[in-house]
């Protein structure tokens, strides 16, 4: 699949069991060994776009826009990133606790999904220098769009 596939997404955000809810409308994608997933999402400050790229054993995030960031996940790797809303500029790590493609039967994908529906789900723990600020678990779950 080359071309761009228009989604539904649902995602979820969890940290110290604080959840937090969201959906939006967005396009998922695979080129060469990876696949993409992109949206936007609408804040206070204004409009931040999303473009996730994983390929198997990595997942990288960046947002541009209102605020702008980068952050790479690997299993069982401390990996650096920045957060930059233009007010602070902060250096991140995050520590990657679980990294995963699940279909709809909540079993793993293993290399890339080829079908929706499928949950994108990753859990690290994220630093501010050496502080540690508290574990997240995220889930994207994509979704054929409907009109």
């Keep these: 699949m080359n071309h761009k596939q228009h989604v539904w997404i649902e995602f979820d955000s969890t940290q110290d069991n604080e959840k937090v809810s969201q959906q ?3 396009e998922w994608y695979i080129k060469g060994k990876a696949f993409y997933i992109t949206y936007e999402e609408q804040t ?3 409009t931040i776009r ?3 790229r994983y ?3 990595e997942l990288k995030v960046m ?4 605020l702008e960031s980068e952050q790479i996940y690997r299993m069982h790797e401390r990996r650096q990133g920045y957060y930059d809303n233009r007010i602070v500029k902060l250096e991140l ?3 990657t ?4 493609i699940r279909d709809q039967y909540d079993q793993v994908v293993l ?6 529906p499928f949950s994108l789900i990753w859990e690290y723990d994220l630093f501010v220098g050496e502080q540690a600020t508290g574990r997240f678990k995220l889930r994207l779950l994509l979704k054929e769009a409907t009109k």
């Design 63 to 66: 947002r541009k826009g209102a």
């Design 111 to 116: 290399g890339l999904p080829s079908k929706l």
């Design 44 to 46: 206070e400050a204004g």
């Design 93 to 95: 790590q995050a520590y």
């Design 50 to 52: 999303h473009l996730l």
């Design 55 to 57: 390929e198997p054993s």
């Design 97 to 100: 606790h679980q990294l995963a």
């Design 24 to 26: 939006m409308a967005g």
